[in-house]
């Protein structure tokens, strides 16, 4: 009933920036907060940025703050996570998440629909 697919990943050398995009369907963005998250091998899954039902609030990790931006376009049922100044560091697969509630989250543990995610590599 849920499906949320990501894309725009793929290799980019550091300082560069590649925009990402959820397209969502059988959920209403009104209805539904989303999440993007990213896990790095050996490593945790971690909130990266999300945004509520109202698209105005938003929340970001400290490592991307200020170099990522979440948006969305209730007309094409879609999400975008902008990405700006890319390091190293950011390499990893890149999921978008939804779950049923209005807040912005970036706990994954909220979240109960996944993508199946896009790598990302940051790399000379």
């Known amino acids: 009933q849920w499906q949320l697919v990501e894309s725009g990943g793929g290799l980019v050398q550091p300082g560069g920036s590649l925009t990402l995009s959820c397209l969502v369907s059988g959920f209403s963005l009104d209805s539904y907060a989303i999440g993007w998250f990213r896990q790095a091998p050996g490593k945790e899954r971690e909130g990266v940025s999300s945004?509520?039902?109202?698209?105005?609030?938003?929340d970001y990790a400290d490592s991307v703050k200020g170099r990522f931006k979440i948006s969305r376009d209730t007309a094409k049922n879609t999400v975008y996570l902008q990405m700006y100044s890319l390091k190293p560091a950011d390499t990893a697969v890149y999921y978008c998440?939804?779950?049923?509630?209005?807040?912005?989250?970036?706990?994954?543990?909220?979240?109960?629909?996944w993508g199946q995610g896009t790598q990302v590599i940051v790399s000379s």
């Open positions: 945004i509520d039902t109202s698209g105005t609030n938003t």
């Open positions: 998440a939804t779950y049923y509630g209005w807040d912005s989250s970036l706990n994954y543990r909220d979240y109960d629909y």
